[in-house]
T-cell receptor
Framework: QKEVEQNSGPLSVPEGAIASLNCTYSDRGSQSFFWYRQYSGKSPELIMSIYSNGDKEDGRFTAQLNKASQYVSLLIRDSQPSDSATYLCAALWLTGANSKLTFGKGITLSVRP | NAGVTQTPKFRILKIGQSMTLQCTQDMNHNYMYWYRQDPGMGLKLIYYSVGAGITDKGEVPNGYNVSRSTTEDFPLRLELAAPSQTSVYFC?????????????FGPGTRLTVL
């Protein structure tokens, strides 16, 4: 059973702080990792993807991947109230002719003004 | 580009009724997916398709059926609706199965079965 686990939330940070979101996955065969942001009542929206060990930065967002520890994280610098949402971690497996994403349950982030 | 569109946005069904959730994408994507999301949970894969005429089961297929007659459309059929099918349903698409490929999601259909 391929599983993606996220920290139980919710997570609350003050405006301007760094928010750190963590995720672990069960299968070492996972090849790609994604962070989706989901506002209440809306669909998931991709904000970061990472495929290689190390850090990947995009604006205020940094994704970190450690395949040896089976660990993925998302850092949000200078958090804004508009970052308040649920963040879903997902891992992708290639299986023959197909690829499948497995999602974690998500963690809800609240940024306090 | 409209991306991925879904209809209807909301629907209330009685137990035992049937309905079809529509999904259309205009990005010429080969891969299409149906997920359901229950409150406080991640997305669970119901069915997916790798191209017109080819579909396969995901993690939670029971009570659902799909077809894919064109590249653009991937409808999800609920037969004999049950309260356990109350959920938000998302359709998604991607160009390929590659490790770098991104799934794009539709706006969702909120279904209540009473």
């Amino acid at each position: 059973q391929k599983e993606v686990e996220q920290n139980s939330g919710p997570l609350s940070v003050p405006e301007g702080a760094i928010a750190s979101l963590n995720c672990t996955y069960s299968d070492r065969g996972s090849q790609s990792f994604f962070w989706y942001r989901q506002y209440s009542g809306k669909s998931p929206e991709l904000i970061m993807s990472i495929y290689s060990n190390g850090d990947k930065e995009d604006g205020r967002f940094t994704a970190q991947l450690n395949k040896a520890s089976q660990y993925v994280s998302l850092l949000i610098r200078d958090s804004q109230p508009s970052d308040s949402a649920t963040y879903l971690c997902a891992a992708l497996w290639l299986t023959g002719a197909n690829s499948k994403l497995t999602f974690g349950k998500g963690i809800t982030l609240s940024v306090r003004p | 580009n409209a991306g991925v569109t879904q209809t209807p946005k909301f629907r209330i069904l009685k137990i035992g009724q049937s309905m079809t959730l529509q999904c259309t994408q205009d990005m010429n994507h080969n891969y299409m997916y149906w997920y359901r999301q229950d409150p406080g949970m991640g997305l669970k894969l119901i069915y997916y398709s790798v191209g017109a005429g080819i579909t396969d089961k995901g993690e939670v297929p029971n009570g659902y059926n799909v077809s894919r007659s064109t590249t653009e459309d991937f409808p999800l059929r609920l037969e004999l609706a049950a309260p356990s099918q109350t959920s938000v349903y998302f359709c998604a698409s991607s160009y390929s199965k590659g490790v770098t490929d991104t799934q794009y999601f539709g706006p969702g259909t909120r279904l209540t079965v009473l």
